[in-house]
């Protein structure tokens, strides 16, 4: 298994600063999402900086076209020498219609056309043949040789989607090379959910699981002291608190036979109960969705916990440790080496 940090947005000149640390500290790459800054530049920053995988995790996909997306992708493959991935996700009606002014519906088919418009680019580029795709939602039929990339050394970039239900789901494995889990998951999601249904797609289209990698991201609450872990446990309790209070997501707390979670976190969110909202997931709850230890137990609980349905563990908590305690970060990357070598 390979461990990545996950990070938002930075400056330029610090996003290359944090690529050269996780490289030395011993991560596997860096997994950005994409918010307030564009995750292509950040990832440009990243892959000039540091020998080290960079994916998107995820940029929006339809405010920009497949082509303009596969040409973005096609150079920073070429820049990194193959270690680029690139990750799409379909982000939320409202971002969509009234941040970015593009069209969302129907968002699931929109999403596998455009993975497919994406790929016929990559064909084009490379020469194997035309440009000439014709979709529902996108018509692609021109690309002169002045106007195209042209074929480069490196393999074309590995197209990863965001997944959360089961038709997204069954959907990437279909199409996808990879799956971006969401934040909010714990083992029986995995197992039942997860895989099931990427190996359910993936056989529809005549492959095997195995042809699609699921990146994972976790939640680590690491240190050899109670008092250590409690910073981190907290942080994730809030964390899951948000993300849990999106209606689609309730079906993964009804899987741990907590049916009334999100119901519970919507109600005191609508109050401004913030606080509220985290103590509605107590203990127990959160022991599904966190890895907890010390430095010395993080490694094997990471492998037991992942080994067989990760093909990468994205730490969540890495970017912010990074920014605010260092030598937490360090003790992560050691942690993210030994799983690696395992």
Not at 203 to 226: K, N, S
Request: hydrophobic share 45%; net charge negative; with cysteine.
């Amino acid at each position: 298994m390979q461990v990545d940090v996950l990070t938002g947005g930075q400056s330029l000149p610090r996003m290359q600063q944090l690529a050269r640390d996780a490289q030395a500290a011993g991560f596997s790459g860096l997994v950005i999402t994409e918010g307030g800054r564009t995750a292509y530049l950040q990832c440009a920053a990243a892959i000039l900086a540091a020998d080290i995988d960079v994916l998107t995790g995820v940029a929006v996909a339809f405010p920009r076209s497949p082509m303009v997306t596969a040409q973005t992708a096609w150079e920073l493959a070429d820049a990194s020498g193959g270690r680029f991935r690139l990750g799409l996700g379909t982000q939320v009606r409202a971002h969509i219609e009234r941040r970015y002014g593009a069209q969302f519906d129907p968002p699931g088919p929109r999403l596998r056309e455009y993975v497919e418009a994406v790929r016929a680019c990559f064909r084009a580029f490379r020469g194997t043949e035309p440009l000439d795709f014709d979709g529902e939602f996108t018509k692609l039929s021109l690309l002169n040789a002045m106007w195209s990339p042209g074929a480069i050394a490196a393999p074309d970039p590995p197209i990863d989607i965001a997944a959360v239900n089961p038709w997204m789901l069954r959907m990437a494995g279909r199409v996808a090379d990879g799956v971006h889990v969401h934040p909010l998951n714990h083992g029986r999601y995995l197992r039942d959910v997860v895989q099931v249904e990427v190996a359910t797609g993936a056989a529809a289209a005549g492959r095997t699981a195995d042809d699609v990698a699921l990146i994972v991201p976790c939640f680590t609450v690491a240190g050899d002291t109670d008092a250590e872990r409690h910073r981190w446990r907290e942080m994730a309790r809030t964390q899951v608190a948000f993300y849990g209070s999106t209606p689609n997501y309730a079906f993964i707390f009804e899987l741990l036979d907590r049916g009334d979670t999100t119901a519970r976190l919507r109600e005191r969110q609508k109050a401004g109960d913030l606080g509220g909202m985290a103590a509605i997931i107590d203990d127990d709850l959160l022991a599904h969705f966190v890895v907890e230890g010390t430095w010395a137990e993080l490694p094997d609980r990471l492998t037991t916990r992942y080994e067989g349905i990760a093909r990468r563990i994205v730490l969540y908590m890495g970017g912010t440790a990074w920014a605010a305690d260092r030598e937490h970060f360090e003790q992560l990357g050691a942690v993210a080496a030994a799983v690696r070598a395992a």
